[in-house]
């Protein structure tokens, strides 16, 4: 019965704590993967910094011609998505790999054969004199933090045996020391029935000797006469 009470104090502390494991897991990737959204959205708006002081302005057209001259000629690799819109939000000009045409802000998916591939995008209106000339919009890839994002959670999920192991064996020991109580009181429970049954021999044999006389007396109807 004890052991049976140990296995089932053991899987309770197992149970328990692979629930809160997963709860705090799962909270702590939600904020993990808040954090690094937030990290791209500045690395966006850090580069919309950069690059808005390189667009020329031809009769109150925006361009990035010269600018893109320049990164040609340095063989310079552009991880981002450059883009210049009309005020209508009418694509004219693209620098950098092939992004999702149109105004947009936060996370846009890209179907892909082989995988789901998605960009941060931001833009801001170019101005000259309160009057809207444009929009440049950055977008991004977000492959950096999906990757860490898979290696965190496959970290997870690798650690989850080798946790639902070690938690057995501490939970198996711990519960063994939290019923030891229960065990002292049973084992005394136990002595007293057996100190109890074996006082109460002595007794209980001298009145089955009684009875067993009285019948007798009875049977041979041999009470003693006054």
Same mark, same amino acid.
């Given at each position: 019965?004890?052991?049976?009470?140990?296995?089932?104090?053991?899987l &309770?502390?197992?149970?328990l704590?692979?629930?809160?494991?997963?709860?705090?897991? /799962?909270?702590?990737?939600?904020?993990?993967?808040?954090?690094?959204? #937030?990290?791209?959205?500045?690395?966006?708006?850090?580069?919309? !910094?950069?690059? !808005?002081p390189?667009i020329?302005y031809?009769?109150n057209?925006?361009?990035?011609?010269? &600018?893109?001259?320049?990164?040609?000629?340095?063989?310079?690799n552009l991880?981002?998505? @450059?883009? +210049?819109?009309?005020?209508?939000?009418?694509l004219?000009?693209?620098?950098?790999?092939?992004g999702?045409?149109g105004?947009?802000?936060?996370i /846009?998916?890209?179907?892909?054969?082989?995988?789901?591939?998605?960009?941060?995008?931001? *833009?801001?209106a170019?101005e000259?004199?309160?009057?809207?000339?444009?929009? +440049?919009?950055?977008?991004?890839?977000?492959?950096? !933090? #999906?990757?860490?994002?898979?290696?965190?959670?496959w970290? @997870?999920?690798?650690?989850?045996?080798?946790l639902?192991?070690?938690?057995?064996?501490?939970? *198996?020991?711990?519960s063994?020391?939290a019923?030891k109580?229960?065990?002292?009181?049973?084992?005394?429970? !136990?002595q007293f029935?057996?100190?109890?049954?074996?006082?109460?021999?002595?007794?209980?044999?001298v009145?089955?000797?009684? /009875? #067993?006389?009285?019948?007798?007396? /009875?049977?041979?109807?041999?009470?003693?006469?006054?």
């Amino acid at each position: 019965m004890l052991s049976k009470l140990r296995l089932r104090l053991t899987l &309770w502390f197992v149970s328990l704590s692979i629930l809160l494991y997963l709860i705090l897991s /799962i909270l702590f990737i939600l904020v993990f993967n808040h954090l690094l959204t #937030d990290l791209l959205n500045e690395e966006v708006k850090g580069l919309l !910094r950069e690059i !808005r002081p390189a667009i020329i302005y031809h009769d109150n057209k925006p361009t990035l011609t010269t &600018w893109a001259n320049v990164a040609k000629s340095s063989n310079l690799n552009l991880l981002a998505t @450059i883009q +210049l819109y009309t005020p209508q939000g009418v694509l004219f000009e693209e620098y950098g790999p092939t992004g999702v045409k149109g105004l947009s802000k936060g996370i /846009i998916n890209l179907p892909n054969k082989n995988h789901q591939l998605s960009l941060l995008s931001f *833009y801001r209106a170019l101005e000259i004199n309160n009057t809207c000339v444009g929009y +440049l919009q950055i977008q991004l890839p977000t492959k950096s !933090r #999906d990757d860490a994002l898979n290696r965190l959670t496959w970290t @997870i999920i690798i650690i989850a045996p080798f946790l639902l192991a070690g938690l057995g064996v501490t939970g *198996y020991f711990f519960s063994g020391t939290a019923i030891k109580p229960t065990e002292q009181s049973f084992l005394v429970l !136990r002595q007293f029935m057996a100190d109890a049954g074996h006082e109460l021999t002595t007794p209980i044999t001298v009145m089955q000797a009684s /009875i #067993d006389t009285l019948e007798k007396m /009875i049977c041979l109807n041999t009470f003693p006469r006054k």
